[in-house]
């Protein structure tokens, strides 16, 4: 499966999360210092929903929870 929203075209993004150790300066350490750096990536939040086309047709699609609440999507 492609996490592609149709509607929006919104994709996984890579990304990294930063790992970070020590005690911060605000609490009386000597502050905190960047250990590693890990790939992730963001998945976009796809729902498989039965739309209603603007021909009146009704297909199942993935689409975007973004893009549901915006009332991008009619559904069937």
Same mark, same amino acid.
């Given at each position: 499966?492609?996490?592609i929203c149709s509607v929006t075209g !919104?994709?996984?993004v890579k990304g990294?999360?930063?790992h970070?150790?020590?005690?911060? !300066?605000k609490s009386g350490g000597i502050g905190t210092h960047v250990t590693k750096s890990? !790939?992730?990536t963001f998945r976009p939040n796809l729902q498989r929903v039965r739309v209603k086309?603007?021909?009146?047709?009704?297909k199942r699609v993935w689409v975007s929870v973004k893009a549901?609440?915006?009332g991008l999507v009619e559904k069937a």
């Open positions: 499966m492609s996490r !919104k994709r996984p990294r999360r930063i970070r150790k020590g005690q911060s !300066k890990v !790939k992730r086309l603007p021909s009146g047709q009704v549901m609440k915006a």
